[in-house]
């Protein structure tokens, strides 16, 4: 397998990355704007296991950058099989208090730049009969405050994947996305530093535990692999039973008793 993923130094995409060569893939084009080190140290990693690894820096706010990235991947590996959207933003604020230039970077980052990606790869795509994950949010199904323009953009693209994969059906190309829910990456650390707001979101989940990388990664090198190959248009939720958990937490109703 030939991978494109972006957003790739840490977290749920340095996880992807691992998992898909841990079940064979061999080739990869990785990118990120920021955290360079440790994009060069994870691609240091998957070349001491066999594979061939070509990094990039990418800003996937502008509007140039992911037709450049399916280029240099395309000639680096010599075709794509699957691509990962996976970079993304978040920023807190109010619809009634943000700025327009926030606004517009986290469409243009969470949104704008998954389109461009997937119009870019569509020819190598189609050629491979590849695959394309984005990675949205369980904040894409449900609103989740303060961040008035985060749950819109991840919203938009589940709705972009699903697009893509009604488009491209014919091409033999499938489309999914995957929706997280609480994760422990570099990113929200400072979260799960906090040892009482770690137990609470924890005691939150149905399952009992808040998400690693490693869960993400399972859903999306299963949606990348041959078990899902009649699998598209789905917006996968990974969130330990989370988003459906609503009325447990409805004062006055019992909960349901914890398994033994």
Excluded at 34 to 56: F, M, N, P, Q
Excluded at 166 to 180: F, K, L
Aim: hydrophobic fraction near 50%; charge should be positive; include cysteine.
């Amino acid at each position: 397998m030939r991978v494109v993923i972006t957003g790739a130094s840490r977290g749920i995409g340095r996880a992807v990355a691992l998992r898909l060569a841990a079940d064979g893939a061999r080739a990869f084009t990785l990118c990120d704007v920021a955290y360079l080190d440790e994009l060069e140290a994870l691609a240091r990693s998957l070349r001491a296991s066999g594979c061939e690894v070509r990094t990039l820096k990418a800003d996937m706010a502008r509007p140039n950058a992911p037709a450049r990235v399916i280029a240099v991947a395309a000639k680096a590996m010599r075709g794509i099989d699957a691509v990962v959207g996976n970079a993304g933003i978040t920023a807190p604020g109010r619809l009634l208090d943000l700025d327009i230039a926030t606004w517009d970077r986290v469409f243009d980052i969470n949104l704008r730049a998954n389109w461009l990606l997937g119009r870019a790869a569509h020819r190598h795509l189609a050629r491979s009969k590849g695959a394309i994950v984005t990675i949205a949010s369980m904040a894409g199904r449900l609103p989740q405050l303060p961040t008035g323009a985060y749950s819109p953009a991840k919203a938009a693209l589940i709705m972009l994947t699903e697009m893509m994969a009604m488009e491209w059906a014919a091409d033999g190309i499938r489309a999914n996305s995957v929706c997280p829910g609480f994760v422990h990456t570099s990113m929200t650390d400072a979260i799960y530093r906090n040892r009482t707001l770690a137990r609470r979101r924890a005691e939150m989940v149905p399952l009992g535990r808040v998400a690693t990388p490693d869960d993400i990664a399972d859903a999306v090198a299963y949606l990348l692999g041959p078990a899902a190959s009649y699998i598209t248009g789905q917006a996968l939720v990974v969130d330990g039973g989370l988003t459906k958990s609503l009325l447990a937490h409805v004062p006055g109703i019992a909960a349901t008793p914890k398994g033994k």
